[in-house]
């Protein structure tokens, strides 16, 4: 077994749990109940934008295309709102707390992964 793997995917779980905490810190209608809280909602978070969420992009691709690619970020917030509904340590207020929370994580588990897993990439002059 490749332990670096397993710890590349553990760090990887860590930035998206404190991208969670972020969100939960900047808007008030998302709440997380600690650490733990943010840890399982990453996890069921990924497991439905990994299962459940291909599906619905292959169900709704007409009403995709139609409106330009705009309804993508309904299918992300539906994926935040359902999070809310399934876990008792995550609250989402509304379905535009779930709209802008979903805008909020991605650019916070973007931004942290670009800084935390870069590749440090070395230029030389031929």
């Known amino acids: 077994m490749n332990y670096k793997n397993l710890w590349v995917l553990f760090a990887v779980w860590a ?4 991208a969670i905490l972020v ?3 900047v808007l008030p209608g998302i709440q997380v109940s600690g650490l733990g809280g943010a840890f399982i909602t990453a996890l069921v978070l990924g497991l439905l934008n990994t299962l459940v969420k291909p599906i619905l992009l292959l169900l709704t691709l007409p009403l995709t295309v139609i409106s330009l690619g705009l309804f993508y970020f309904v299918l992300n917030a539906l994926m935040f709102y359902w999070v809310g509904y399934l876990l008792d340590s995550f609250t989402v207020a509304g379905f535009w707390s779930a709209l802008l929370a979903s805008f909020i994580y991605s650019l916070a588990a973007t931004l942290l992964t670009k800084l935390f897993f870069s590749p440090k990439v070395k230029i030389e002059r031929i």
């Open 15 to 18: 930035v998206h749990a404190f």
């Open 23 to 25: 969100v939960a810190f």
